[in-house]
């Protein structure tokens, strides 16, 4: 979109109340922090504002960590499984191939995830894990298929799952433990984030989102600008303030803060990462 077009559909928009914005970044150091240096991939829409800030906050960082969307949802109608149990149903032939063209298009093609440099971090919401659960079926099914080693792959993939904040107890649900997929990959691959409840619940369910729904019939329709009416308007004045926070001297500072205290910044890559957001905005 060209800045003449973004700037009519921000007209007669109000300055967008970023009520969460303290929590967003506190939780974004975080996930940065423990996604062990990965390139970060954003599975859906749920997380968009997590996405603007640290595509903002690391938009001059050429030697770290990008950022990049995954156009995914895997929610399908349910199919009867017996006399009483029903379940997704399972995708189909095409369905696992249009996964696959736009796993490739971001580099995600067994071949590639063989050879890169950095993980691959998938970043979601999480309530059980089936999201991250099928995505990692299908490319366990095509590594397969394309005989890559799995061992080798296996310690390039990572999952960062931002889960709504709970009191915690000896009985708390943690849902890595009840994912029979997280056994094939090493322990230290899957981490979660929590994110206030209140917070977590508006960026999964409740924000005016910019994009179309990612269900699988519509993994590869024609992307489609966002609408012009006024909540998606306002929605839009949102997402760039977000941005702009993350470009920010203050906003980067911001989120190196977040960053204290985190175990990963006994390593290079981490202390290299918080060195330079804090030093943005200094002259050069």
């Not at 599975?43 to 969307?69: I, N």
Request: glycine share 8%.
């Amino acid at each position: 979109m060209t800045p003449a077009q973004l700037g009519s559909l921000l007209a007669d928009t109000v300055r967008p109340d970023l009520w969460f914005l303290d929590d967003l970044v506190g939780c974004a150091g975080k996930v940065l922090a423990r996604s062990d240096d990965g390139d970060l991939f954003f599975v859906g829409r749920s997380l968009d504002s997590m996405f603007d800030l640290l595509s903002g906050a690391l938009a001059d960082d050429v030697s770290g960590p990008q950022t990049f969307r995954l156009p995914f949802s895997f929610q399908r109608p349910a199919v009867r499984v017996g006399s009483w149990r029903w379940r997704r149903r399972p995708l189909t032939g095409g369905e696992q191939l249009t996964a696959r063209r736009v796993l490739g298009e971001l580099g995600l093609a067994p071949s590639l995830l063989a050879r890169r440099d950095r993980p691959a971090t998938f970043v979601d919401v999480v309530d059980a894990g089936s999201t991250f659960g099928e995505l990692l079926g299908v490319l366990a099914a095509w590594i397969e298929q394309e005989r890559e080693t799995w061992p080798v792959i296996r310690r390039k993939l990572r999952f960062v799952g931002v889960t709504s904040r709970r009191k915690t107890s000896p009985n708390t649900f943690r849902w890595q433990q009840h994912a029979d997929w997280t056994d094939r990959l090493p322990a230290r691959s899957v981490v979660n984030v929590s994110l206030d409840s209140t917070v977590w619940s508006y960026l999964g369910n409740t924000q005016t989102k910019l994009t179309r729904s990612y269900r699988p019939e519509r993994w590869l329709a024609e992307a489609d600008g966002p609408d012009r009416d006024e909540k998606t308007r306002q929605a839009l004045a949102e997402a760039v303030a977000i941005v702009a926070h993350g470009r920010s001297t203050a906003g980067r500072r911001a989120l190196a803060r977040s960053i204290d205290g985190e175990p990963a910044l006994s390593q290079a890559w981490l202390r290299s990462i918080v060195t330079r957001l804090n030093r943005a905005g200094e002259p050069s």
